[in-house]
């Protein structure tokens, strides 16, 4: 795992494995927020609409500003929520989501 480019909540700028409770599932809520966590390298996005819950790589082409506008900030998340985490793993269980097809998150 690579060390991330930002530093979290307490301030660990380590590898994540040996912070175990430091897990992130942030609610993306803002435009500044979806681009600082569009900017991250090792991290995923969840995203859950009406129809399916899928996790995708920040660097997906499905992760866009665009649709984030139409689903949180027009409609105000009534049709889709974003969420950042940094696990996989976690992020799946936790939203019970699909890899993305298109990015396919590893
Ligand atoms: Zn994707």
Excluded: Q, W
Aim: contains cysteine; neutral net charge.
């Amino acid at each position: 795992m690579e060390i991330y480019g930002i530093s979290n909540h307490n301030g660990n700028k380590g590898n994540g494995k040996e912070v175990g409770e430091d897990k992130m599932n942030i609610e993306i809520l803002g435009e500044e927020d979806f681009k600082h966590y569009k900017a991250i390298r090792d991290g995923y996005f969840v995203i859950i609409d009406t129809t399916r819950r899928l996790i995708h790589t920040t660097g997906c082409s499905d992760v866009n500003i665009s649709s984030f506008r139409v689903k949180v900030l027009e409609n105000t998340g009534k049709n889709g929520r974003y969420y950042f985490t940094d696990d996989l793993v976690e992020g799946r269980e936790t939203f019970r989501a699909e890899k993305c097809k298109n990015c396919r998150p590893k």
